[in-house]
């Protein structure tokens, strides 16, 4: 069974351009999560769905920053316009909201702003 | 957020050396966490502790959730390079997972 698959793994941008952000979580998860890792900061939940349904986007930075999750199978985090203060690594994660607390990570987008 | 601090921070050891991190909060916790990430990949879930005083043990592992359930520790006998990674604790309330700054570990061969 494939893991969480994210895309791109790696993303160079200029500062103002947009950037979004893909995720597939494993089929059969009903939860999906959005981190943004980083250094300064470590890894922080940018936001969550249940159900394709946002539930909490407390931690989202600013209205620069969206997710979207059409389906079950897909999920987006979009960027408009990005800053080089955005330079971070972006996970995506997915699990099931009943039983075990495990939740499965995605290898990351490695995103630098210029 | 409550808070969730790791120490040391870096910690680069030998081979077969033994080390303890530690996974502290002031807060008080239903369950503690323990991820590790190796370089370029998300993190991955070793194990979960759930009792005050509970030990759990995965190989070289050993875990430990304190009696007052406010912090943990993961102790590594002899430590191989392939435990060479970075070391999260974190907790969750519902779907809210906070994670620990982490410690990162390097083992030298």
């Known amino acids: 069974d494939a893991g969480v698959i994210q895309s791109p793994r790696h993303e160079v941008t200029e500062m103002g351009q947009e950037v979004t952000l893909r995720c597939k979580p494993i089929?059969?998860?009903?939860?999906l999560f959005w981190y943004r890792q980083t250094m300064m900061r470590g890894l922080e939940l940018l936001i969550y769905?249940?159900?394709?349904?946002?539930?909490?986007d407390s931690g989202m930075p600013e209205d620069r920053f969206s997710a979207k999750m059409p389906n079950a199978s897909f999920s987006t985090l979009k960027i408009q316009p990005s800053e080089p203060r955005d330079s971070a690594v972006y996970f995506c994660?997915?699990?099931?909201?009943?039983?075990?607390?495990?939740?499965?990570f995605g290898p990351g987008t490695r995103l630098t702003v210029t | 957020t409550q808070l969730l601090e790791q120490s040391p921070q870096f910690l680069s050891i030998q081979e077969g050396e033994n080390l303890t991190v530690y996974c502290n909060s002031s807060?008080?916790?239903?369950?503690l966490q323990w991820y590790r990430q190796e370089p370029g990949e998300g993190p991955v879930l070793l194990v979960t502790?759930?009792?005050?005083?509970e030990v759990k043990k995965l190989k070289r592992l050993t875990f430990q959730f304190g009696d007052a359930r406010k912090d943990s520790s993961l102790h590594i006998t002899a430590a191989q390079p392939g435990d060479t990674g970075l070391y999260l604790c974190?907790?969750?309330?519902?779907?809210?997972?906070?994670f620990g700054t982490g410690t990162s570990l390097t083992v030298i061969p």
């Open positions: 974190a907790h969750n309330t519902g779907n809210q997972f906070y």
């Open positions: 994660a997915s699990r099931r909201t009943s039983g075990s607390y495990e939740q499965y």
């Open positions: 807060s008080v916790f239903s369950s």
């Open positions: 089929s059969g998860h009903n939860s």
């Open positions: 769905f249940n159900n394709n349904v946002p539930i909490d």
């Open positions: 502790v759930v009792t005050g005083g």
